[in-house]
């Protein structure tokens, strides 16, 4: 069957079709597109917004945002903004994703306004940086949390730790690519799970509101350290517990009905989660002091030991749930990045090869996967942070710029949602903001390196796309074929 699909590519020059067909804004509907939509629903698509979103940041990032600017007001405030741009993220995206019908997140829009070398630098940088080293971060808060009850008193060994952290990137990996259904299902589940515990916090804490314990929010601004870099800092610590905002648009071909569910499930999922953070956060200094919350080592955890004890396990347990959760979101949205690079030819083109039986893109994900597992190595995930967040809103920034741009060069395209031009104006200047921000009040040689790598992929562009060196052929075309037959897929158009 491998060898009998190489043949029906028709001299592998498929990839300039599909091109093309992306240039005119005919998707391919492929039986694997016919059978996922039936599966990724409105209540679907909230629940892999909520649930991608609520992971491990919200759990680690209030102590980040609260060191940045030093009082509650501000951080509570500073909470607020960032879901506001989040939302206000996602309706810039919203208008893409149903002006653009492709999955695969940023880099459809990309190809379309600036053409394909920005597109492939935000494959390269998402498949190598950005996505990898965030499924590696969720996956090692959920080691962190699952291992710390064996552990008490110190800290679990680095070894128990990445194991873990592998093993569950293993297992949401085989998941994810076993069925679109069971990893759709999964992430229903977790998400109404991780919404438990949410709500446990949120209750406890308007009871103890109602009890009066409102002591730690008076004069709630008082010595307050506001200032550009400051507060940029603060933003991206809380964007990172916001990170999944555009989460939907990596489907948008596996949506039922996305004109109508992809903005409906950004207008109810974000605002939802806004409302979360910034109640969970009330909680929080409901029974803690900023100095105690800066000195906690686990905001969760410290609040279930005060507020919830002797039923305290139940925050660790929970708080296990909601990361597995977020990095279920995660593999099962990124996997999609992968199969369009690779459909595009600017990925190996095994990588957007679909499982027979199975009707799932099972290289693209397992490739992911493998990527993950190797940033779970070196374990730093302060670095892995610094690297994503810088990285991550460079594209960001763009693909909303993607946006502007796109309203007077291509105004004949269909847009079932439009939205006034001034909000992706503000979201692209917030986006310079945040890049250049950190870089000029506090310069490291991460963002450095990171820049580097994002222009090393020109190099990989030149050789290997746009000149495609015969050697480079030989080598692959054995490797597809035999990757072909061992996994059972075949390109798209041939499902």
């Known amino acids: 069957m491998g060898e009998e699909g190489l043949r029906k590519r028709r001299g ?60 509650v007001g501000p951080c509570l405030t500073i909470w607020a903004a960032c879901g506001v741009l989040a939302t206000l993220g996602a309706l810039c995206f919203a208008e893409l994703g149903t002006m653009i019908t492709k999955s695969g997140g940023e880099y459809p829009y990309l190809m379309e306004a600036f053409g394909p070398i920005p597109a492939f630098l935000f494959s390269w940088t998402s498949l190598l940086v950005t996505k990898p080293s965030s499924f590696a971060i969720i996956c090692l808060s959920f080691a962190e949390y699952a291992s710390a009850p064996f552990y008490p008193g110190c800290d679990p060994p680095q070894a128990v730790t990445k194991c873990l952290a592998a093993a569950a990137i293993v297992v949401i990996t085989v998941v994810n690519s076993l069925s679109v259904k069971l990893g759709s299902y999964l992430q229903n589940f977790l998400t109404a799970a991780k919404m438990i515990i949410v709500a446990i916090i949120i209750v406890s804490g308007i009871v103890l509101l109602a009890q009066g314990k409102t002591e730690n929010f008076k004069d709630s601004f008082k010595d307050s350290k506001i200032s550009l870099s400051s507060i940029s800092l603060a933003f991206y610590n809380g964007l990172w517990a916001y990170d999944g905002w555009n989460q939907l648009n990596y489907i948008t071909e596996e949506l039922k009905n996305p004109y109508r569910n992809l903005p409906l499930s950004i207008i109810i999922g974000i605002p939802l989660v806004t409302v979360c953070y910034v109640l969970i956060n009330i909680s ?40 597995i959760g977020s990095a279920n979101g995660t593999c099962f949205t990124a996997g999609r990045l992968v199969y369009v690079a690779g459909r595009e030819g600017h990925m190996l083109k095994v990588l957007s090869y679909i499982s027979v039986k199975r009707l799932t893109p099972a290289p693209a994900i397992i ?32 693909t909303v710029f993607a946006l502007i741009v796109m309203r007077f060069t291509r105004k004949e395209l269909d847009r079932p949602i439009k939205i006034p031009i001034l909000i992706p104006v503000i979201v692209t200047l917030v986006s310079i903001v945040l890049v250049l921000a950190p870089i ?36 692959s075309r054995p490797m597809t074929m035999h990757l072909q037959m061992l996994l059972e897929v075949v390109p798209a158009e041939e499902v």
């Open 440 to 475: 000029i009040s506090a310069p490291e040689l991460a963002y450095l390196y990171c820049t580097l790598f994002i222009l090393s992929g020109l190099i990989v562009y030149i050789l290997f796309v746009h000149f495609k060196f015969s050697w480079a052929q030989k080598i």
């Open 284 to 323: 929080y200094f409901t029974v803690m002091t900023s100095t105690e919350l800066l000195q906690s080592q686990a905001v969760a955890v410290t609040f279930g030991d005060r507020v919830l004890y002797p039923a305290s396990w139940i925050v660790p347990l929970f708080v296990v749930f909601s990361t």
């Open 12 to 71: 592998g020059d498929k990839g300039t079709q599909d091109r093309q067909s992306l240039q005119s804004h005919e998707p391919q509907t492929t039986n694997l597109q016919k059978q996922a939509k039936r599966f990724v629903g409105l209540l679907s698509g909230i629940c892999m917004i909520v649930g991608t979103i609520i992971g491990s940041g919200i759990f680690v990032s209030p102590k980040s945002v609260l060191a940045n600017v030093e009082a």
């Open 367 to 398: 490739f992911y996967g493998a990527i993950a597992i190797i940033y779970i190595i070196p374990g730093d995930i302060e670095s892995l942070i610094n690297y994503f967040s810088f990285a991550v809103w460079i594209f960001y920034g763009l």
